[in-house]
Antibody, heavy 120, light 108 residues
């Protein structure tokens, strides 16, 4: 069974940093692209970043480019999102999602999300 | 950036009725890389349709997707109580992999 479990969310002050993790199991992690998608409270889905299976292709939304860094460790079956210079508008539930292919694919499995709150 | 516009914003229907949701793209979606997701309150999104018209694993056949180029639709042939949720379309052909703003399907 495919499982994605996010962790690392919490309350952080504006300008602060946070590192999210996503632990994957139930599939060959190194064969799939992975993604981060966020959802602000009461709002729709916003794609944040994607990374291909071997980290050869990395993409970011303009809203986070230069502040967030996506990475992965295929030996540990883990996906990461380093978030720096956080702003109030980054407050959201952050989901990791598997892409069905590499480098492109629909998002066929999702974690339950981790809440990031940016507030003073 | 490909902008996806979903309509209507809210759709009020009764169980047993047919629902048709629309997703229009600002430019052609590459290789019909268009997906539909369902999201219920407090839950993660669930993939329903990929490649514009292919049902994901375990999705009932009352859900169908159609369209190409810039115009896509999701049809639910006969609404079940569990189908009332928010639906999002997404294009995954070009970065940024944008989502539509969502259609809320509510019970009339």
């Amino acid at each position: 069974e495919v499982q994605l479990v996010e962790s690392g969310g919490g309350l952080v002050k504006p300008g602060g940093s946070l590192r999210l993790s996503c632990a994957a199991s139930g599939f060959t992690f190194s064969s799939y692209s992975m993604n981060w998608v966020r959802q602000a409270p009461g709002k729709g889905l916003e794609w944040v970043s994607s990374i291909s299976s071997s980290s050869s292709y990395i993409y970011y939304a303009d809203s986070v480019k230069g502040r967030f860094t996506i990475s992965r460790d295929n030996a540990k079956n883990s996906l990461y999102l380093q978030m720096n210079s956080l702003r109030a508008e980054d407050t959201a539930v952050y989901y990791c999602a598997r892409a069905s292919g590499t480098p492109l694919g629909d998002f066929d499995y999702w974690g339950q999300g981790t809440l990031v709150t940016v507030s003073s | 950036e490909i902008v996806l516009t979903q309509s209507p914003g809210t759709l009020s229907l009764s169980p047993g009725e047919r629902a048709t949701l629309s997703c229009r793209a600002s430019q052609s979606v590459s290789s019909n890389y268009l997906a539909w997701y369902q999201q219920k309150p407090g839950q993660a999104p669930r993939l329903l349709i990929y490649g514009a018209s292919s049902r994901a694993t375990g999705i009932p056949d009352r859900f169908s997707g159609s369209g190409s180029g810039t115009d896509f639709s999701l049809t639910i042939s006969s609404l079940e109580p569990e189908d009332f949720a928010v639906y999002y379309c997404q294009q995954y052909g070009y970065s940024p992999f944008t989502f539509g703003q969502g259609t809320k399907l509510e019970i009339k």
